[in-house]
Antibody
Framework: QVQLQESGPGLVKPSQTLSLTCTVS??????????WSWIRQPPGKGLEWIGY???????YYNPSLKSRVTISVDTSKNQFSLKLSSVTAADTAVYYC?????????????WGQGTTVTVSS | QSVLTQPPSVSGAPGQRVTISCTGS?????????VHWYQQLPGTAPKLLIY???NRPSGVPDRFSGSKSGTSASLAITGLQAEDEADYYC?????????????FGGGTKLTVL
């Protein structure tokens, strides 16, 4: 079955850019059947959707983060990536990648295990 | 402050029935957008529990059920078990001038007494 795995630095300095990658295994991003999303969860808090990308490269971002977020896809590597610029301590969180059917928005049915990112000098 | 409002906590004894509410507005649940529910066990990623308001993915016990009415949705858990102790989140879609946004509730911690 499809599995997602996040990877990237666990520590980022304030004002720098956070960069994470989600590797998809057991299925192809290029199938065109899914939106590929990033979601984050600050320590002890709830979930926040960051944005998604389609295999074609079209993206959609949370308006509250749009000015700092870039999501890209590399179909040759079956990966999609997140960049969040000008980070502050408020961006410290567990970051998850997930997929959702684009044919019917039926919820995010496959999630990665999450990766913890701490913003600190 | 979350767009969707959930109670911070609920509790119940083993075997009992509990419900978790998710209150939205005319721009999200009330606009007809579906509600999904996720279960997050301690230290793990969220798991899709209910999709499309009331549908269970394969493998989810029928003790879990969902419903939606007006601007609200509910998750019901019957025959409460110790393993159900977790955080539960509702999720829907919110339409605004800036477009469609994926929104979550603030989460509800379920304690099995």
């Amino acid at each position: 079955q499809v599995q997602l795995q996040e990877s990237g630095p666990g520590l980022v300095k304030p004002s720098q850019t956070l960069s994470l990658t989600c590797t998809v295994s057991g299925g192809s991003i290029s199938s065109g059947d899914y939106y590929w999303s990033w979601i984050r969860q600050p320590p002890g808090k709830g979930l926040e959707w960051i944005g998604y990308i389609y295999y074609s490269g079209s993206t959609y971002y949370n308006p509250s983060l749009k000015s700092r977020v870039t999501i890209s896809v590399d179909t040759s590597k079956n990966q999609f990536s997140l960049k969040l610029s000008s980070v502050t301590a408020a961006d410290t969180a567990v970051y998850y990648c997930a997929r959702e059917s684009n044919l019917a928005l039926d919820g995010m049915d496959v999630w990665g295990q999450g990766t913890t990112v701490t913003v600190s000098s | 402050q979350s767009v969707l409002t959930q109670p911070p906590s609920v509790s119940g004894a083993p075997g009992q029935r509990v419900t978790i509410s998710c209150t939205g507005s005319s721009s999200n649940i009330g606009a007809g957008y579906d509600v999904h529910w996720y279960q997050q066990l301690p230290g793990t990623a969220p798991k899709l529990l209910i999709y499309g308001n009331s549908n269970r993915p394969s493998g989810v016990p029928d003790r879990f059920s969902g419903s939606k009415s007006g601007t609200s949705a509910s998750l019901a858990i019957t025959g409460l078990q110790a393993e159900d102790e977790a955080d539960y989140y509702c999720q829907s879609y919110d339409s605004s001038l800036s477009g469609l946004n994926w929104v979550f509730g603030g989460g509800t911690k379920l304690t099995v007494l």
